[in-house]
């Protein structure tokens, strides 16, 4: 395998820093972003000389621009990026606060846009690299209580769409990453949850809410085994525009996905009554 220069943000832990681990075991070169000095200095001990910690927050667009420069300088083109900051907001629609969701989106949607935005002209220079984000399974399937980070994965996955659409000609490719649960923090310590304020949505959201709680520590995925995934698409030829990892995350899609087609199917009919007799088909 070629070595690789690699940029993932949020590597302090969980996923990020299983992507981190499995890069390196590889023999890739490492930069990944953290939030503290203590952070820094414990993610370069993964990896001696081959490590390099650089402290970032992802909603500072030109913070990202001016670290993503800085490391084309110091350390190398950067081959593979990966937007993986972020976390999970729980709360139903009704009872989670706008300035929350906004937050969720800030550092979800817009955090991601400016990590890939920063590393892509550098890439289509070169005229090529893979930049991948981490969306999720609920950027493909949603389930009560998660509107506003089911959103904002949403939303991820229609950007990562396009823009893979725009920069193939570049040689440049672009992957979704879309992992049911693994056992990280995510659903622990690392996730915001919105207080419960509506009665009427206690019966529903009261046991999805426990049952997520009680199952934190003991998910199905095991991260090694998804950064060992992420490191092999980097190495072959035509890369997925969508990696669902685990197999929770392909049953839960795949019924979601099937849902929708389904509504398709029956409304299809009626669907068709709103054209004018002739226009433009796209």
Sequence with gaps: MQRQNWLITGVSTGLGRAFAQAALSA???????VRSENDVRAFEELGPGHAHGRILDVTDGGAVTGVVAEVERSVGPLDVVVANAGYGLEGTFEETPLAEVRRQFDVNVFGAMATLQAALPHMRARRRGH??????????????GMSADCGSKFALEGIL??????????????TAIEPGSFRTDWAGRSMTRAARTVADYYDLFAPIREARQKASGNQLGNPAKAGEAVVHITSVDQPPAHLVLGSDALRLVTAARTAVDEDIRAWEALSRTTDFPQGAQL
Excluded: N
């Design 161 to 174: 769409e396009a823009l893979g659409k725009e920069v193939a000609q570049f040689g440049i490719h672009v």
């Design 27 to 33: 023999g890739h070169t490492v930069v990944g972003t």
């Design 131 to 144: 930049l991948m984000a981490v969306t999720s399974m609920g950027g493909l399937m949603a389930v009560p």
